[in-house]
């Protein structure tokens, strides 16, 4: 095995914490959907796809490394929302406490001499600055926009890709 045991279990925890992510933008995604928003829908089960595969690059890494799979439970995703500046701000945070998780992987490869690991987690940091770039212009978006969401419609094809 290429990784140490904790880093091993770190990043299995990784994997649950990026389907939970999965699951939470399927959860705003039903949101949008449910007020026939459907850009905002499509652009959050886009976030959804996209953390399934990340949950699938770590999964992949743990099977090239020799280490072990060993899937964490993962809690239900919050479900209601008060309004889309409330389901963007949870997209938000879920982001950032993801960018903190991928922190301390970076920080226990290091500490590991794990020169691998911490190339595999150098594309993590730089999709954690995307997705939080994004997800603060859409929550500023929303703000500016009050309850006229339909106007911001058309700006999420182009915020979704960059």
């Known amino acids: 095995m290429l990784i140490s045991k904790e880093l091993n279990a770190l990043i299995n925890a990784q994997i649950g914490n990026e389907l939970g992510a999965s699951n939470q933008y399927l959860s705003i995604a039903a949101y ?3 007020r ?24 992949h890494y743990l099977l090239e490394v020799g280490a072990e ?11 209601n929302f008060d309004s889309a500046e409330d389901a963007v701000l949870a997209a938000l945070s879920w982001e950032t406490d993801v960018t ?11 500490k590991d001499k794990d020169y691998i690991s911490q190339q595999f987690l150098d594309w993590f940091v730089k ?9 603060e212009t859409l929550l500023a978006l ?20 960059g």
């Open 69 to 79: 799979v060993k899937l964490p439970e993962i809690k239900a995703p919050r479900a």
């Open 142 to 161: 929303v703000r500016m926009s009050g309850s006229n969401l339909l106007m911001l419609e058309p700006r999420l094809v182009e915020l979704r890709e």
């Open 127 to 135: 999709e954690q600055l995307e997705e939080i770039s994004t997800m």
């Open 36 to 59: 026939t928003l459907t850009k905002f829908a499509d652009f959050f089960f886009a976030q959804a796809a996209e953390e399934h595969e990340h949950a699938m690059k770590f999964l």
């Open 100 to 110: 903190k998780q991928v922190y301390g992987l970076v920080e226990l490869a290091q």
């Open 32 to 34: 949008f959907s449910g």
